[in-house]
Structure formats: C-alpha cells, structure tokens
Nanobody, 123 residues
Framework: VQLQASGGGLVQAGASLRLSCAAS????????MGWFRQAPGKERELLSQ???????ITADSGEGRFTISRVTSNDTMFLQMNSLKPDDTAVYYC??????????????????WGKGTQVTVSS
C-alpha cells in the first residue's frame, strides 16, 4: 500500500500550487484522506481532510486559501493552494484512515502516510 504525494516545489509568494496524492495497493473505499504539513521546528498540523463521500473538514491553517478534493474512481486526492505565503513553507503529507477521528492530534496513529512533498515559498 502506498500514498505518493507530489506537486511541491519552490514558488514565490502569491503563487499557487496543486498537490496530488495517489493511493495504490488496496481499495480505499470508505477511507478518509487528509493533508498535513510540518514546518521546520513545528508540530505536524492537519490542513484538511475529506471523506469517501466528499465531506470536507478543513482546519484554519489554510485561512481559506486551500481547497481539498478527491477523485474516488482512482483514489487520488488533491490540495489546491492559492496565495501562498512564506509561512506555508513546509513538507506536505497525505494520509488515509478509515476512522475520521484519528486525523486529530497531528494524525499520529493514522494507518497510511505518504512520504511528503516539499513546498518552499520565497518572499
């Protein structure tokens, strides 16, 4: 089972990026998926999560600039990030679990994690 995050890079403040997370190796029907990030010296934080049925739970970290989406037919999740700021610089991770409650608290016990993709925003 693998979650592969991609789409990160080095951009200037104000730019947009679209992250992708491709899930493979099992049927993820019924699984919740989510995006986290971890900046240097900071705790990992939940950005947004989406259920199998498309219900979206978004934390405040994106300040309305981030939009999560999911294509269940091919188990792919996206994070559209607009108006990026230098404070958004972090490694971004995708994760999946059948239990929606496990996304809280930094998602320490989530069943599946991707390796992360680096997002760097210059001022």
């Amino acid at each position: 089972v693998q979650l592969q995050a991609s789409g990160g890079g080095l951009v200037q403040a104000g730019a947009s990026l679209r992250l992708s997370c491709a899930a493979s190796g099992r049927n993820f029907m019924g699984y919740h998926m989510g995006w986290f990030r971890q900046a240097p010296g900071k705790e990992r934080e939940l950005l947004s999560q989406i259920s199998w049925t498309g219900n979206i739970i978004t934390a405040d970290s994106g300040e309305g600039r981030f939009t999560i989406s999911r294509v269940t037919s091919n188990d792919t999740m996206f994070l559209q990030m607009n108006s990026l700021k230098p404070d958004d610089t972090a490694v971004y991770y995708c994760a999946a679990d059948a239990n929606v409650g496990k996304f809280r608290g930094g998602g320490r016990n989530l069943e599946y994690w991707g390796k992360g993709t680096q997002v760097t925003v210059s001022s």
